[in-house]
C-alpha cells in the first residue's frame, strides 16, 4: 500500500494514567517516580488512502538499545515494540530508523502550558489547537487532530504530516472534533 502521510499520534498521559497509579505495567509512566508526562508518543503511523498500513512482516528484532533512547517520549518499552511491530515495520526496514524518525519529529515540537490551559473556563478543541500552532511556527489548526473521550476529556492529539514530514492538513478522519467542541483537559490532580 502507497503511504500517503505520517500520523504522530501523542497520547495526553494525565488522562491515560487516570486509575493506572499503581498498575505495575504502567508503572514508568504512571506512577511518579520517573518524574510527570504530558505527552507521550503513542506512534508514528503510516497513512495509506483510507487507512494505515499495519503489521508488515520483519525480520528485525528490537534490542534494549533500540528501546532506551526512546523511554523519554515513550515511557514504556511494551508499547514501543508494539508499534515498531505495527506500525514501523510497513514504513522502513529497521527500528532503529523508525524509532530515529520518531525523536525527529517529537524533538521538534514545543509544548504550550495545558495545565495552565486546562485551568480555562469553556475550553474548546480549537483552543487546543491554537495554543499548539501558537507555539509550533509552520503548523496550522487544520494539521492538528484530537481524540476526546465519551466524557469530554482529552485523550490524544494526533499531529499529521504529509510524505514529506512537514505539517499537513488531517483528514477527517484524524481531525476529531471541530473546533467548537468543548474539552476539558485533567491534569492529574
Request: net charge positive.
Amino acid at each position: 500500500m502507497p503511504i500517503t502521510g505520517y500520523t504522530l499520534a501523542l497520547s495526553w498521559s494525565p488522562e491515560y494514567c487516570r486509575g493506572r497509579e499503581t498498575k505495575a505495567s504502567d508503572a514508568r509512566q504512571c506512577s511518579g517516580r520517573a518524574g510527570r508526562f504530558g505527552f507521550i508518543v503513542h506512534g508514528l503511523w503510516p497513512e495509506g488512502r483510507s487507512t494505515w498500513p499495519q503489521w508488515c512482516p520483519s525480520q528485525q528484532r528490537l534490542t534494549s538499545r533500540d528501546l532506551a533512547p526512546n523511554l523519554c517520549m515513550t515511557p514504556s518499552t511494551a508499547l514501543l515494540a508494539h508499534e515498531w511491530a505495527k506500525h514501523g515495520a510497513c514504513m522502513v526496514k529497521s527500528p532503529q530508523a523508525y524509532f530515529r524518525v520518531t525523536r525527529i519529529l517529537w524533538n521538534s515540537l514545543r509544548w504550550p502550558d495545558y495545565d495552565r490551559l486546562g485551568r480555562r473556563d469553556e475550553l474548546t478543541a480549537g483552543d487546543i489547537r491554537a495554543a499548539f500552532t501558537a507555539a509550533n511556527r509552520g503548523w496550522h489548526p487544520d494539521h492538528v487532530g484530537l481524540v476526546v473521550n465519551e466524557r469530554g476529556w482529552l485523550k490524544e492529539m494526533r499531529l499529521c504530516y504529509g510524505k514529506d514530514f512537514r505539517p499537513a492538513a488531517c483528514d477527517r478522519r484524524r481531525f476529531g472534533p471541530d473546533d467548537a467542541t468543548p474539552v476539558k483537559i485533567w491534569r492529574g490532580l
